[in-house]
């Protein structure tokens, strides 16, 4: 998906992915539509042969367009949400690969002690199994170094929270 980081296709805003997905899938799509109303179908007919498009035909291509206006739609919506609540994709995607990084680990380990580790001042940053495992999964899902420490932290004390509201 569009981020900043190294694997990803490109780099755009979600302002600007809201403006592609209107000016190439949503307008586009409305036209088709428009098109593709009864009083348009002459315009798919020749003199000798009648309309090209079956009447099934005409039915699946108004529901296929729908189905892709609708999608652009839908994304356009979240895109424009997440603007709204000054959300950034990267920020996102770290904290759900951090998430998603500390729920496999407690699943497999689940006596392991989520820490997030001890400050080493020699390297300026926090040190110890957990954190170096989640920091290692998430160079391997984006081929880029990041310390994590506020992500880690966050989704810690969240699952900390979570327990002690559940005991």
């Known amino acids: 998906m569009p981020s900043s ?6 780099d755009k805003s979600l302002t600007k992915r809201i403006e592609w997905l209107s000016r190439n899938v949503i307008s586009p799509c409305n036209k088709l539509e428009e098109a593709l109303l009864e009083q348009n179908l002459p ?18 291509l108004r529901q296929s ?3 892709l206006k609708q999608a652009g739609l839908r994304l356009s919506g979240t ?14 995607i770290k904290h759900d ?17 989520l820490s997030r580790g001890n400050w080493d ?7 110890g199994s957990v954190p170096d495992y989640v920091r290692r999964f998430y ?27 559940l005991s």
């Open 5 to 10: 980081f190294d694997i990803a296709p490109f």
């Open 43 to 60: 315009n798919f007919a020749h003199w000798e042969n009648g309309c090209q498009l079956e009447p099934e035909q005409i039915k699946h």
């Open 79 to 92: 895109l424009a949400a997440e603007i709204d609540q000054d959300i950034s994709h990267n920020s996102e």
């Open 121 to 127: 001042t020699e390297i300026g940053n926090m040190s």
């Open 65 to 67: 367009l729908n189905e």
């Open 139 to 165: 160079f391997e899902i984006t081929n880029q170094n990041d310390k994590l420490n506020v992500q880690i932290q966050d989704v810690i004390s969240a699952q900390r929270k979570n327990q002690r509201t």
């Open 97 to 113: 690969i951090v998430f998603n990084a500390l729920a496999d680990l407690h699943q497999h380990f689940p006596d392991l002690p």
